[in-house]
C-alpha cells in the first residue's frame, strides 16, 4: 500500500472540523486526506477480494468523505471511530451490490483471509457483524482518551479507586470492599466515588 500521511491529532481535528464547519473546503480536504490511512488499514479486511486493491481504496475512501460530510461532533468524541463505521459500511454496501448483480458470484467463495489467514467467504461478511476491524480500532481509541482524561479530570482518590477497580496499569481487578479495606474506608464511599469518577468519564465518550 501506499505511504499515507500521519492522523491528526485531537486538537488539530477539532481545529480543522471547525473549519470544515465554517464553510473551508481545504479543511475538508486535510480532513480527508489526513484519514485515508485508516481506509487503508480496513481495506485489510477485505484483501484478497477480487477487486483491485486500488478499487476497494476508492470505496472506502467514499466512506470516508461521507463520513467527514454527516460527521457531528456532538454525538461522537473523534472523527476517526464514526468514519471507521461508515468506511466500513461503504465496501461492505459495495460487496453486496456486487453480489446482487452478479450471478457469478458465489456466497461460498473465498474473498480474503482474515487476520489468522483462513480464508473467508462474502457469506462470512454478511452473516457476522463488520465490527471486528472497527471494535480494535475503537478500543485502541477510547483506551488513548481513558488514559489520558483519568489525570486530567478526576482527583487523586478517584483515580486510585478507577485504577484498582478495573485493572487500569497493568493492577489486578479489585472489588469495591477489597478497595474499603485497602483503602481504609467503607464500601458505600467506594461505591459512590467510583459511579461519580465514571459519570465524569462517560461524559467524554458517544453513547454506544
Same mark, same amino acid.
Given at each position: 500500500?501506499? +505511504?499515507?500521511?500521519?492522523?491528526?491529532?485531537?486538537? &488539530?481535528?477539532?481545529? $480543522? #472540523?471547525?473549519?470544515? !464547519?465554517?464553510? @473551508?473546503? =481545504?479543511?475538508?480536504?486535510?480532513?480527508?486526506?489526513?484519514?485515508?490511512?485508516?481506509?487503508?488499514?480496513?481495506?485489510?479486511?477485505?484483501?484478497?477480494?477480487?477487486?483491485?486493491?486500488?478499487?476497494?481504496?476508492?470505496?472506502?475512501?467514499?466512506?470516508?468523505?461521507?463520513?467527514?460530510?454527516?460527521?457531528?461532533?456532538?454525538?461522537?468524541?473523534?472523527?476517526? +471511530?464514526?468514519?471507521?463505521?461508515?468506511?466500513?459500511? &461503504?465496501?461492505?454496501? $459495495? #460487496?453486496?451490490?456486487? !453480489?446482487?448483480? @452478479?450471478? =457469478?458470484?458465489?456466497?461460498?467463495?473465498?474473498?480474503?483471509?482474515?487476520?489468522?489467514?483462513?480464508?473467508?467467504?462474502?457469506?462470512?461478511?454478511?452473516?457476522?457483524?463488520?465490527?471486528?476491524?472497527?471494535?480494535?480500532?475503537?478500543?485502541?481509541?477510547?483506551?488513548?482518551?481513558?488514559?489520558?482524561?483519568?489525570?486530567?479530570?478526576?482527583?487523586?482518590?478517584?483515580?486510585?479507586?478507577?485504577?484498582?477497580?478495573?485493572?487500569?496499569?497493568?493492577?489486578?481487578?479489585?472489588?469495591?470492599?477489597?478497595?474499603?479495606?485497602?483503602?481504609?474506608?467503607?464500601?458505600?464511599?467506594?461505591?459512590?466515588?467510583?459511579?461519580?469518577?465514571?459519570?465524569?468519564?462517560?461524559?467524554?465518550?458517544?453513547?454506544?
Amino acid at each position: 500500500m501506499k +505511504t499515507f500521511q500521519k492522523p491528526l491529532t485531537p486538537e &488539530e481535528e477539532s481545529y $480543522y #472540523l471547525q473549519e470544515y !464547519k465554517h464553510g @473551508s473546503l =481545504e479543511a475538508k480536504n486535510i480532513l480527508i486526506e489526513r484519514n485515508l490511512r485508516l481506509v487503508a488499514h480496513i481495506v485489510k479486511k477485505y484483501q484478497g477480494a477480487p477487486e483491485e486493491l486500488d478499487d476497494l481504496i476508492s470505496i472506502g475512501t467514499i466512506g470516508l468523505i461521507k463520513a467527514v460530510h454527516t460527521f457531528d461532533v456532538k454525538k461522537a468524541s473523534r472523527l476517526s +471511530t464514526y468514519a471507521a463505521r461508515c468506511i466500513d459500511n &461503504e465496501l461492505l454496501m $459495495y #460487496l453486496r451490490s456486487k !453480489k446482487k448483480t @452478479s450471478r =457469478e458470484v458465489s456466497l461460498y467463495d473465498p474473498i480474503g483471509t482474515d487476520k489468522e489467514g483462513n480464508e473467508i467467504s462474502l457469506l462470512d461478511v454478511i452473516e457476522t457483524e463488520p465490527v471486528d476491524v472497527v471494535k480494535e480500532y475503537s478500543l485502541k481509541q477510547d483506551a488513548a482518551l481513558l488514559y489520558h482524561l483519568l489525570p486530567e479530570i478526576l482527583t487523586k482518590r478517584e483515580q486510585e479507586i478507577i485504577t484498582f477497580r478495573y485493572g487500569l496499569y497493568g493492577q489486578r481487578e479489585q472489588t469495591q470492599r477489597e478497595i474499603a479495606k485497602r483503602l481504609n474506608i467503607s464500601r458505600s464511599y467506594v461505591s459512590r466515588i467510583e459511579k461519580n469518577a465514571l459519570i465524569k468519564l462517560r461524559s467524554f465518550f458517544p453513547p454506544s
